[in-house]
C-alpha cells in the first residue's frame, strides 16, 4: 500500500526558509512524476512544482526562483525547499504520486509565513 508522508513545515518570517519532505513507501518515487500542491484557507489546491521520473521540473510562476523540488532516490523522498517566502505561501502542503488509475496524497503539512 502506497503511503506518503509529509513533514518539515512550521511558522516561519517572511524571507524566511523551509524544507519540505515526503517520504514514501509502499512504491518507488523515483519511478514516477511527483508533485507537491498547497491549499491555503478558503481557496482551491494548487499545483506548485513536479519532479519528472527523468528528473525534468516544473513550477507555478509565482514560486519560480524561490523554491526547488528535488528527489533522494536512496531515501525514497521528495523534498520542497521554499526559501524568500512570503505570506501567500501560508497553506497546507501536500505531496502527491499519480500514477494510472491511482492518485495518492499524503496528510499535509502546515506552512505559516508572518512576523
Known amino acids: 500500500q502506497v503511503q506518503l508522508v509529509e513533514s518539515g513545515g512550521g511558522l516561519v518570517q517572511p524571507g524566511g526558509s523551509l524544507r519540505l519532505s515526503c517520504a514514501a513507501s509502499?512504491?518507488?518515487?523515483?519511478?514516477?512524476?511527483m508533485r507537491w500542491y498547497r491549499q491555503a484557507p478558503g481557496k482551491q489546491r494548487e499545483f506548485v512544482a513536479l519532479?519528472?521520473?527523468?528528473?525534468?521540473?516544473n513550477y507555478v510562476n509565482s514560486v519560480k526562483g524561490r523554491f526547488t523540488i528535488s528527489r533522494d532516490n536512496a531515501k525514497n523522498t521528495v523534498y520542497l525547499q521554499m526559501n524568500s517566502l512570503k505570506s501567500d505561501d501560508t497553506a497546507v502542503y501536500y505531496c502527491?504520486?499519480?500514477?494510472?488509475?491511482?492518485?495518492?496524497w499524503g496528510q499535509g503539512t502546515q506552512v505559516t509565513v508572518s512576523s
Open positions: 502527491n504520486l499519480a500514477a494510472i488509475g491511482s492518485s495518492y
Open positions: 519532479i519528472s521520473s527523468g528528473g525534468t521540473t
Open positions: 509502499g512504491t518507488t518515487v523515483s519511478i514516477y512524476t
